[in-house]
């Protein structure tokens, strides 16, 4: 799964403005999508209506959403509408594009030389948009724990690789930048614990997408077992502390005459 690199207040709101995703200052997108966006992957589909861009009107499309640093270093918003037809990257044959296509494979490592340098990619391709995703496998981290289980370095050395791993109560998961989420898992739900901003971080994680089998995607149960429930008492914790910080420094910036001129909702469009 990719971790949080950017923080809400580096979002390019003037470019989701001119997509309609920003009114005043309250962002139209499911905190789900924001976390993806921070974390350096993509959104699930976002409709977009009455878009007016280079003299084109467009009524209604959808689109997915995701953010790559500009030439001065600040984030700069790519749109990923649904192609008619998607285009190979050149490192891989058609026989491996028929492969992910058809859902026959979940990815495909390749080694590939760039500027004199070799750098390790993993390649899908993303149904929704119809097009192949390549992601730079320095940028996918393992979490530390997935539903209170830690990970052994083995472990997170295949995941970091794209490989689909086991856990000890059966879950599995494989990392994928196809998902808003960052990862795949057998499970429709998951807590995973991160290493974020120099401590543990714990993410609540639901509706994730389907792992992909020899021959389509696998099966998921929602069931919450023990790991799950405890790992989710943990999140509730943390989330009951972090909302005690927040009102807190409201008081503080009450009581000096500040406010806060940044703030966000996460509602569903």
């Given at each position: 799964m990719n971790t949080i690199i950017l923080n809400e207040k580096d979002l390019p709101l003037e470019q989701l403005r001119d997509l309609g995703l920003v009114r005043g200052e309250e962002l139209?997108?499911?905190?789900k999508d924001i976390y993806a966006l921070l974390s350096g992957g993509r959104t699930n589909l976002i409709k977009l209506h009455d878009i007016s861009r280079s003299g084109i009107e467009i009524k209604e499309m959808e689109v997915k959403l995701s953010l790559v640093r500009g030439e001065t270093g600040k984030p700069d918003l790519l749109v990923h509408p649904v192609y008619?037809?998607?285009l190979n990257p050149p490192y891989i044959n058609q026989t491996e594009a028929d492969q992910l296509i058809l859902g026959e494979?979940?990815?495909i490592l390749k080694e590939v030389d760039r500027d004199g340098e070799t750098k390790s990619l993993l390649v899908e391709?993303?149904?929704d948009t119809k097009e192949f995703v390549?992601?730079?496998?320095?940028?996918?981290?393992?979490p530390e724990k997935v539903n209170g289980m830690a990970l052994s370095p083995y472990q997170k050395e295949r995941y970091s690789a794209g490989r689909q791993i086991e856990l000890e109560d059966g879950t599995l998961i494989q990392a994928s930048s196809t998902s808003a989420e960052g990862i795949r898992s057998n499970r429709l739900a998951l807590v995973v614990s991160v290493l974020?901003?120099?401590g543990i971080s714990y993410l609540l994680l639901t509706g994730l997408k389907a792992l992909v089998g020899d021959k389509g995607l696998l099966a998921q149960t929602n069931e919450k077992n023990n790991g799950y429930k405890q790992a989710f008492r943990e999140y509730e914790k943390q989330q009951m502390s972090r909302l005690g910080d927040m009102i807190t420094d409201e008081k503080l910036s009450a009581g000096t005459g500040h406010s806060r001129s940044y703030t966000r909702s996460g509602t569903s469009r």
């Open positions: 139209l997108i499911d905190r008619k037809q998607s494979k979940a990815n391709y993303d149904w390549v992601t730079d496998m320095l940028k996918v981290k393992a974020m901003d120099g």
